[in-house]
């Protein structure tokens, strides 16, 4: 898979339950971040874990990084209509010799009231 | 709370023409990048500006592509020969600290050749 590839690609929940998306990617990083995005509307940042870091937690926000397997997962409890976007996870990398942020392709989260 | 902001939301341009996309920045932010997403693809990375110069540029930024601060608020992204394939979302954004710490984006400019 390519640097942050995102699955699954589209998840449709019912308002309260839970929401997980996972992310995957492929050279070391410096960090991880996930950030949502609303049709028509730019990207908003939710969180950013380091390298050094395994889980961070804001609000109903929960991320876990696991550097061995090149894998970071976002958790969204209770979730509400309004949680209904797109969800990006970036990683911050050197990668053709540049320092950049690689986002993924996304998951499209729809959230039934 | 602070925004970037974006004009146009949407551009059409004929192919060959040269467009100019705007944003301001947060006021007190250091860290200025631009992305573009084509319709039903990734946001890709095109550059990164600190203190009035390019700081990384992707292989997408070729010649066709410049950027520049003309004064303390704006930050501008120039394409000087459009081709179709430029028609994408640019999304302007910036962030306080450098080393891709949390960005703020703007709503970003269609853009649209024909």
């Known amino acids: 898979s390519q640097q942050g590839e995102e699955d699954p690609q589209a998840l449709s929940i019912q308002e309260g339950e839970n929401a997980t998306m996972n992310c995957s990617y492929k050279t070391s990083i410096n960090n991880l971040q996930w950030y949502r995005q609303n049709s028509g509307r730019g990207l908003v940042h939710l969180i950013l874990?380091?390298?050094?870091?395994r889980e961070k937690h804001s609000g109903r926000l929960r991320v876990t990084l696991d550097t061995s397997k090149k894998s970071s997962s976002l958790l969204i409890t209770a979730s509400r209509a309004a949680d209904t976007a797109s969800y990006f996870c970036?990683?911050?990398?050197?990668?053709?010799?540049?320092?950049?942020?690689?986002f993924g392709s996304g998951t499209r989260l729809q959230v039934q009231p | 709370e602070p925004e970037v902001t974006q004009t146009p939301s949407h551009q059409v341009t004929q192919m060959g023409q040269e467009v100019i996309l705007r944003c301001v920045p947060i006021s007190n932010h250091l860290y200025f990048y631009w992305y573009r997403q084509i319709l039903g693809q990734k946001v890709e990375f095109l550059v990164s500006f600190y203190n009035n110069e390019i700081s990384e540029k992707s292989e997408i930024f070729d010649d066709q592509f410049s950027v520049e601060r003309p004064d303390g608020s704006n930050f501008t992204l120039k394409i000087r020969s459009t081709k179709l394939e430029d028609s994408a979302m640019y999304f302007c954004?910036?962030?306080?600290?450098?080393?891709?710490?949390?960005?703020?984006f703007g709503d970003g400019t269609r853009l649209s050749i024909l």
């Open positions: 954004a910036s962030s306080e600290r450098g080393g891709m710490k949390p960005q703020h």
């Open positions: 874990i380091r390298s050094n870091e």
């Open positions: 970036a990683t911050d990398a050197f990668e053709g010799g540049r320092r950049a942020l690689t």
